[in-house]
């Protein structure tokens, strides 16, 4: 991990077609080297599609990369968050602050805001449900120092101007793009989408490289969500995605079925792992993730994501929570 993190990429940016500029912005997570920020041209500036994450020196990585596309922060004239994570809207208050315009932002972003204003009664919460997962008192304390000092990514919360709800467009050189709900990965999460051309702004909803987050405690069934958005995606019929993260893609009919055949196997194997006994989520986590190593860098998401497909598969019928200390897991 301290590879990755001393590693330190810098800002890039590229235009990908007339008008369409991806901004490469670093981040300091391992195995998630960057996400991006895309630039379209609107009028005598661009409209900003998200901001990477705020950390020390990151503004000078996103006029690096707008500066590879002779834009400047002053040129931006909207900010747009597909979603509230950290890398995705963490530097919008600067932005904002700088170009003196607008952000235009989901209004669920609770699961941000309570984050970032409240961090201890967070990670009091996210301590209580791993309690109640199995997590023995010794991972749960080393996981409460590090969150301790752990910085949220994100420069100040800020309100969105104005609320990101289908039935608003965004105005570019390339045409009106239109909203799109798709929680699952964040209850704030939307998708954009330019329909002459076809072209989908995916956030984390869609990546080319298919993997699952859950933003678990803020919904009653992230991954039934993230499912239905995926329909939602699917009707749209978008011929390139530029996602929030890795390169643009065309093949977005298979990675939408990529993404629901996954979700169904992670499904089985979590019901698998309940099997011959109840089990608690904690006890189950190795057992369904077999190829990722469990180690601290892990085990929050990974327990956050089992916890999502226990919810999911509770909601639909097929397991059955057995309440206690902890509680515990059997198939309906
Ligand atoms: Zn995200
Ligand atoms: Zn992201």
């Known amino acids: 991990m301290s590879e990755t993190n001393t590693k330190r990429e810098l800002g890039r940016g590229e235009s990908v077609m007339a008008g369409v500029y991806r901004l490469r912005l670093p981040l300091p997570w391992p195995g998630v080297p960057h996400c991006n920020a895309w630039a379209v041209a609107a009028g005598d500036g661009v409209v900003l599609f998200d901001t990477g994450m705020?950390?020390?020196?990151?503004?000078?990585?996103?006029?690096?990369?707008?500066?590879?596309?002779?834009?400047?922060?002053?040129?931006?004239?909207?900010?747009?968050?597909?979603?509230?994570?950290?890398?995705?809207?963490?530097?919008?208050?600067?932005?904002?602050?700088?170009?003196?315009?607008?952000?235009?932002?989901?209004p669920n972003y609770q699961h941000m805001s309570q984050w970032a204003q409240d961090t201890d009664a967070a990670v009091a919460r996210r301590l209580e449900v791993a309690r109640q997962s199995g997590v023995p008192e010794e991972p749960l304390r080393r996981y409460a120092?590090?969150?301790?000092?752990?910085?949220?990514?994100i420069a100040a919360v800020i309100e969105p101007d104005r609320a990101l709800l289908p039935g608003v467009t965004i105005a570019t050189d390339l045409g009106t793009w239109t909203v799109h709900e798709t929680p699952g990965h964040a209850p704030s999460?939307?998708?954009?989408?330019?329909?002459?051309?076809?072209?989908?702004?995916?956030?984390?909803?869609?990546?080319?490289?298919?993997?699952?987050?859950?933003?678990?405690?803020?919904?009653?069934?992230?991954?039934?969500?993230?499912?239905?958005?995926?329909?939602?995606?699917?009707?749209?019929?978008?011929?390139?995605?530029?996602?929030?993260?890795g390169r643009t893609f065309t093949d977005v009919h298979a990675h939408i079925?990529?993404?629901?055949?996954?979700?169904?196997?992670?499904?089985?194997?979590?019901?698998?792992?309940?099997?011959?006994?109840?089990?608690?989520?904690?006890?189950?986590?190795p057992r369904i993730y077999d190829d990722i190593p469990f180690s601290p860098a892990t085990a929050a998401w990974l327990l956050m994501e089992t916890l999502s497909f226990l919810?999911?598969?509770?909601?639909?019928?097929?397991a059955i929570k057995i309440p206690g200390e902890p509680e515990r897991w059997e198939p309906a």
């Open 54 to 106: 705020h950390q020390p020196g990151s503004m000078a990585h996103l006029e690096r990369a707008l500066q590879m596309c002779h834009l400047r922060v002053e040129d931006i004239n909207l900010v747009v968050c597909t979603h509230a994570h950290s890398d995705h809207y963490g530097q919008a208050a600067t932005i904002v602050e700088r170009a003196g315009c607008e952000l235009w932002m989901h």
């Open 145 to 153: 120092e590090q969150r301790k000092d752990h910085d949220s990514g």
């Open 189 to 245: 999460h939307v998708c954009l989408f330019q329909p002459e051309r076809r072209l989908l702004i995916s956030g984390d909803h869609l990546l080319g490289r298919i993997s699952l987050f859950f933003d678990y405690g803020f919904s009653p069934d992230p991954v039934g969500e993230f499912v239905n958005s995926l329909d939602v995606v699917e009707r749209l019929g978008a011929r390139l995605c530029l996602p929030g993260h």
């Open 257 to 285: 079925e990529g993404n629901r055949k996954l979700v169904a196997e992670r499904s089985e194997r979590v019901l698998a792992a309940m099997a011959p006994e109840p089990a608690t989520a904690f006890e189950m986590v």
């Open 311 to 318: 919810l999911h598969l509770q909601v639909t019928g097929r």
